[in-house]
């Protein structure tokens, strides 16, 4: 089946750390975008690709990092300079071609700094 | 800037009514708008798009319609398992999408 698969599904980090967040589709899209969500807010974004080798900062981005080394994966490194990392954190891809546009989004990491 | 709000945040209906919800966005270069749902703990899942004002869609019970700068959503006869939290999002002409917090819909059986 195509999709989105994102790991861990949770995750624990101690302050201080970095961690990377995986992503990876299998649907041949072109564009990759991650979002972190709080409780109770919408979706804000952080960073996003359109193509390969290539990517934008988005709303938020500042104490974040990406790679889009290969079409598939999309990896989100959360650096010790977030200040606020403890969230929920999705990923998404969309075909970038024409007007149609609706985003798959994967089923997210939840991400705990103790 | 670029923003998206919902109303009502929260709605309650008997099982079988009808529930309404809406949005309105403020988007530079705005593309299309897009309604999502997400369950607890779960991605959002793509539900419709909408390109132009004045577009309606429906699909199965869910009926939306675009309106300049805004767009309603409603469905019909409410089931329990319809309960979930419902987004619209407005994207751009540069691929970006502008979420709003949502509508958290609990459906009273």
């Known amino acids: 089946d195509g999709g989105i698969t994102q790991s861990p599904k949770y995750l624990f980090r101690k302050e201080g750390q970095n961690v990377t967040l995986s992503c990876e589709q299998n649907l041949n899209h072109d564009a990759m975008y991650w979002y972190r969500q709080d409780p109770g807010q919408g979706l804000r974004l952080i960073y996003y690709?359109?193509?390969?080798?290539?990517?934008q900062k988005g709303d938020i981005a500042e104490g974040y990092s990406v790679s889009r080394e290969k079409k598939e994966s999309f990896p989100l490194t959360v650096t010790s300079a977030q200040k606020n990392p403890t969230a929920f954190y999705l990923c998404a891809s969309t075909r970038s071609a024409g007007g149609y546009n609706e985003q798959f989004f994967g089923p997210g990491t939840r991400l705990t700094v103790l | 800037e670029n923003q998206v709000e919902h109303s009502p945040h929260f709605l309650g209906p008997q099982q079988g009514d009808v529930a309404s919800m809406s949005c309105t966005y403020s988007v530079s270069r705005f593309n299309n708008l897009q309604w999502y749902r997400q369950n607890t703990g779960m991605g959002p899942k793509h539900l419709l798009s909408m390109y132009s004002a004045g577009y309606e869609k429906q699909k199965g019970r869910l009926n939306a319609t675009l309106l300049k700068n805004g767009s309603s959503l409603y469905i019909t006869a409410v089931q329990p398992e319809d309960s979930a939290t419902y987004f619209c999002?407005?994207?751009?002409?540069?691929?970006?999408?502008?979420f709003g917090t949502g509508t958290s819909l609990t459906v009273i059986p």
């Open positions: 690709s359109q193509i390969v080798n290539d990517f």
């Open positions: 999002a407005a994207s751009n002409t540069g691929n970006q999408f502008y």
